[in-house]
C-alpha cells in the first residue's frame, strides 16, 4: 500500500528543491528519521539515491533552459566525488549497522543542518561582505576554491545527506557573483546528481537502502522538481529561505536533543556481556543420543 504521507512529502521536498536548490536532504533526511522511524544510515542513503533521481530530473529542466554554468559544476564535482568516496569507506570500516555509526551520522546531521540554517539566514551578510573581496581574485583561484567547496560538501552530503543545497548555493553565490540566481541553483542541482548518485550507491553497496520507500517519493518528488524549476524564477525566495531555515533548526534541535539524552549505543550490552557469569549446565550421561 502507498502511504499518502510518503507521497505528500516527496512532493514538498521536491518542489523546494526545483525552487530553491535547498530542501532535498535537509529536509527529506530528518523526516524519514523523525516521522517515519527509519533508522539513521537507511535514512541517509535512501534519501541520496531518491535525492540523485529527483535532482536529475531538475538537471533536464534547468538545462534545457541552460541554466546551468557548467564550469562550476565539473570543478565542484572535481572535489566532492573523490571525497565522497574516501568518506564512504571510512563509513564501511565502521559498519553502518553499528551505534557508532548511527551516533556519527545523527551527530553530523545536526551540525549539516544547524550550518545550513545559518547559510540561508545570513547569505547576503556574507555574500555582501566578503563578495568585495572576491572581485580582484583571478580565475584560478576560483577555481581551486571551487574544488574546496566540492570537498567539503563531499564529506557532509555523504554522511548526512545535508549541504549540497544550502551550502552550495551560498557558496557559488559568493565564488561567482556574475551568475544569476537561477544560473546558481542549476549548476548547483546539476553538480549534486553525480554526488548524490555516488554517495547513495556506495550506501546501497552497504545495505542501507529502502528501495519501495524511495520508489512512493519518488512518485511525489518527480512532478514537485518540475513545477519548482519552472516556477524558480517567480517565488519570493528571501522569505522562502528564512521559512525554510527555521524550520532546519527546530529539527536540528530536535535531533541533537535526541542524541544528547539518548543511551550510549552498545556500551552497556558489551559491557553486561562481558561481566555475565558462565553457567555451567551439567549433561547427565543418560541424556546422550544414542550412536
Not at 116 to 121: D, E, Q
Not at 268 to 287: D, L
Request: glycine share 10%.
Amino acid at each position: 500500500m502507498i502511504d499518502p504521507a510518503h507521497v505528500i512529502s516527496g512532493f514538498a521536498v521536491g518542489l523546494l528543491v526545483g525552487m530553491t536548490g535547498v530542501g532535498g536532504g535537509s529536509l527529506m533526511t530528518p523526516i524519514l528519521i523523525l516521522l517515519f522511524g527509519m533508522h539513521p544510515s537507511s535514512a541517509v542513503g535512501t534519501d541520496l539515491l531518491y535525492a540523485a533521481a529527483t535532482k536529475t530530473g531538475g538537471s533536464v529542466v534547468h538545462g534545457l533552459a541552460r541554466t546551468i554554468h557548467w564550469p562550476a559544476v565539473f570543478r565542484l564535482a572535481a572535489g566532492s566525488i573523490p571525497a565522497s568516496i574516501v568518506t564512504m569507506l571510512l563509513l564501511w570500516y565502521l559498519d553502518l549497522s553499528s551505534g557508532s555509526a548511527r551516533s556519527l551520522v545523527n551527530s553530523v546531521l545536526c551540525v549539516a543542518l544547524t550550518f545550513t540554517a545559518l547559510s540561508l539566514i545570513f547569505r547576503t551578510y556574507i555574500i555582501d561582505n566578503l563578495r568585495a573581496r572576491m572581485e580582484g581574485v583571478d580565475d584560478a583561484t576560483i577555481a581551486r576554491c571551487t574544488v574546496v567547496v566540492g570537498i567539503v560538501l563531499g564529506v557532509l552530503v555523504s554522511i548526512s545527506s545535508v549541504g549540497a543545497g544550502a551550502v552550495g548555493v551560498t557558496a557559488l553565490l559568493l565564488l561567482y557573483p556574475q551568475l544569476p540566481m537561477v544560473r546558481i541553483v542549476g549548476s548547483d542541482i546539476a553538480h549534486a546528481v553525480p554526488l548524490t548518485l555516488i554517495a547513495g550507491t556506495g550506501h546501497w553497496a552497504l545495505g542501507a537502502i529502502d528501495w519501495p520507500l524511495m520508489g512512493v517519493l519518488l512518485i511525489g518528488s518527480l512532478p514537485g522538481i518540475v513545477i519548482g524549476s519552472y516556477t524558480a524564477v517567480r517565488v519570493p525566495e528571501t522569505a522562502l529561505r528564512l521559512i525554510l531555515a527555521s524550520i532546519l533548526l527546530v529539527v536540528a534541535a530536535k535531533l541533537g536533543l535526541e542524541q544528547w539524552n539518548g543511551p550510549t549505543p552498545n556500551v552497556a550490552t558489551a559491557t553486561e556481556h562481558s561481566e555475565a557469569p558462565q553457567v555451567m549446565v551439567p549433561i547427565s550421561v543418560g541424556a546422550r543420543r544414542a550412536d
